[in-house]
């Protein structure tokens, strides 16, 4: 369960960054994933800032350590509200994930998604 929070937050930092798969590879993934509804796509949005404020948060700290026991307590804190994150805004883990897949593949979606993560930070 851990390595896919952890799996989870890091595809979520490239969603960004990355360029879209093959255009053949894009139709799979759109065939094996579930259209993602509004709602999701606005829970999606709210989990990736808080995700991303944690990110911020931790990175410096754990960055800054040299002793690997506190790393790991550090990473471990940092995942379990990660995880927090992503239930709190009505999402699973694998849902996040799928999501992600999706716009990694979708360059609509991804749109949206920036769109949507744009929205709440302005909130913030």
Do not use: C, W
């Not at 590879?25 to 999606?44: A, M, N, P």
């Not at 805004?89 to 716009?103: M, N």
């Amino acid at each position: 369960m851990k390595k896919i929070a952890v799996f989870t937050f890091l595809l979520s930092t490239l969603l960004l960054s990355t360029q879209p798969p093959s255009v053949a590879l894009s139709q799979q993934l759109s065939d094996q994933v579930e259209i993602t509804d509004e709602t999701q796509l606005r829970s999606f949005a709210k989990a990736y800032v808080a995700i991303d404020k944690i990110r911020e948060s931790y990175e410096p700290e754990l960055s800054g350590t040299q002793n690997p026991q506190r790393a790991k307590e550090i990473e471990h804190e940092a995942i379990a509200r990660i995880d927090y994150a992503i239930v709190k805004e009505g999402l699973t883990l694998e849902a996040f994930t799928k999501i992600v897949q999706k716009a990694n593949a979708d360059n609509v979606l991804r749109k949206r998604i920036h769109e949507l993560i744009n929205e709440e930070n302005s909130k913030s």
